[in-house]
């Protein structure tokens, strides 16, 4: 039951991220609201690289991040990216698929070489906050960063500010 339910959201939520990737220009990929931010090119990459996580998060109980190879890709093209997310989401959807539902009270622990990153929480805390709810905070910042720069977002759960004011 837990399974369909992530199952059904996932798929619903990747759509939605993958309308908001298929939005973002190359002219916009440089730009960054201030100097320590990330630009609209690396939090796409990012967002697309969350789905690279389902398998160390799904099928073992800890995931060492000392050890993980951060594979962004080319960004210098938005549809770089576009293609990334698609590759991961793929791998994520039947990651989810084939994850077995009893592991999911298990203890999760993210670590650096060993060294604690975060607590240990049950395993569907960390698919929920970790995988899920990360990926739609990142969203956020993508549509404010695309927002600033004068660039269309989608509508996600329904209209959106520009589809309201049609008359």
Wanted: proline share 5%.
């Amino acid at each position: 039951m837990m399974k369909q339910a992530l199952i059904g959201e996932f798929l619903h939520e990747a759509e939605n991220t993958r309308k908001l990737l298929s939005m973002i220009p190359d002219s916009a990929l440089e730009y960054r609201p201030q100097p320590h931010l990330w630009s609209v090119g690396q939090l796409a990459s990012h967002i697309a690289e969350v789905y690279n996580w389902y398998g160390p998060t799904f099928d073992q109980d800890e995931f060492d991040m000392g050890s993980y190879k951060y594979d962004k890709g080319d960004i210098s093209k938005a549809s770089n990216i576009l293609g990334k997310f698609e590759e991961n989401v793929a791998n994520a959807k039947t990651v989810i698929e084939n994850s077995d539902e009893s592991q999911y009270m298990n203890t999760w622990t993210m670590s650096a070489g060993g060294n604690p990153m975060m607590p240990s929480l049950p395993k569907i805390q960390v698919i929920r906050g970790f995988l899920y709810n990360h990926l739609y905070h990142h969203r956020g910042e993508l549509i404010s960063h695309l927002r600033v720069t004068g660039n269309k977002v989608p509508s996600m759960y329904g209209p959106n500010y520009e589809e309201s004011q049609r008359s």
